[in-house]
């Protein structure tokens, strides 16, 4: 019995442990020097420290003294078929896995990340 909890327990902490994170450092302002801001470089924005945003890749940000930290808001596909390829809806942060030739077909796959 302890080894079905055990493994129970490991299965759900594996997709947190393939969450993509990153993180930058903090920018000085040098118009107003002591004022912090963060960039992010997927959109090449800058943001105010104590602010929170999702940018453009669906990942979700949050700006802190020490500087700026995203993670994804959504999966990656991975281990699909070479004949399919992966459609993203960038705007509501979801994808699709189809078949090239032929979108109306769902191809199997895993997921990481999220």
Not at 68 to 81: F, K, L
């Amino acid at each position: 019995m302890r080894s079905v909890a055990a493994l129970l327990i490991v299965c759900c902490l594996v997709p947190l442990a393939y969450t993509a994170c990153y993180r930058e450092m903090a920018k000085i302002d040098i118009e107003q020097p002591g004022l912090r801001f963060c960039e992010d470089s997927w959109d090449n924005t800058q943001h105010r420290v104590g602010t929170n945003w999702v940018n453009s890749g669906c990942q979700s940000c949050s700006c802190g003294a020490g500087g700026m930290e995203c993670c994804d808001r959504m999966a990656r596909p991975s281990g699909y078929p070479a004949d399919c390829e992966v459609l993203y809806d960038w705007k509501e942060c979801t994808y699709e896995v189809v078949k090239k030739n032929d979108p109306s077909i769902t191809c199997p796959h895993s997921a990481v990340g999220k």
